[in-house]
């Protein structure tokens, strides 16, 4: 079902730049991660870095049956995993979250309702990373909201930059020990 916990360390050290971690999320990291989406009003959710599937997992067991999932990934190993998850309303895109937009569009859909997101911004290059946090925050809906994962505080400037409201819950159950960044748009944000 998941990888195996010595695979995914194995993945993480092959590709720490892009993966920037060697284990998967906790439990108790992935609850928060998906605390702030109501699952009653929630029709499209889309995941960046999903890894071999444990917050998304997590998701589609509170989503209701006519939402849509769609799951970002660049790994083809970790998406051969997401893919035997074999659930109707998961849709895994094996490409880079910053094309975002298009594959929504080529989902039919304009906008998300949520975006939950465990890329690595702080070991991605700085521009790529700059890039997918507008371009998510054009992808959102009015009234979204974008939830992060991050292992540090460093770039919260970003966030407070592109979102019109960031607050910040700490989980010290997870290796290491993480921050969720929700972020609030309430207002139109110029495409870009
Ligand atoms: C920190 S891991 C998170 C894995 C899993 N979601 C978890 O919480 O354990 C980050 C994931 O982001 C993926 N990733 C990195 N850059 C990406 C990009 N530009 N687009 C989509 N996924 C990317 C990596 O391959 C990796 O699986």
Redesign the pocket.
């Known amino acids: 079902m998941y990888m195996k916990h010595l695979d995914f360390f194995k993945e993480g050290i092959r ?1 720490i730049r ?4 060697i284990t ?2 906790s439990r108790f990291l992935c609850r928060e991660m998906i605390r702030p989406v109501d699952f009653e009003k929630a029709k499209i959710i889309v995941e ?5 599937g ?2 998304t997992r997590h998701i589609l067991k509170n989503m209701k049956q006519d939402a849509l999932l769609i799951s ?4 083809d190993k ?1 998406c051969e995993i997401l893919r035997n998850i074999h659930d109707p309303r998961l849709v895994v895109v094996e490409d ?3 094309h975002i937009s298009a594959q929504l569009k080529a989902h039919g859909f304009e906008q998300a309702d949520y975006i939950i997101s ?3 911004f702080l070991s ?1 290059p700085k521009d ?1 990373g700059i890039n ?1 946090l507008r371009k998510s925050a054009a992808a959102l809906k009015d009234g979204g909201i974008f939830v992060q ?1 991050q292992y540090s505080l460093l770039l919260k400037h970003l966030y407070d930059s592109i979102f019109d409201k960031v607050s910040l819950r700490f989980v010290p159950i997870n290796v290491p020990p993480a921050f969720v960044l929700v972020c609030e748009k309430s207002k139109v944000i110029g495409a870009v």
């Open positions: 590709n892009t993966t920037g971690t998967r999320s960046l870095g999903a890894g071999d444990v917050i970002f990934e660049i790994n970790f880079s979250a910053e465990a890329l690595p991605l790529l997918i994962m």
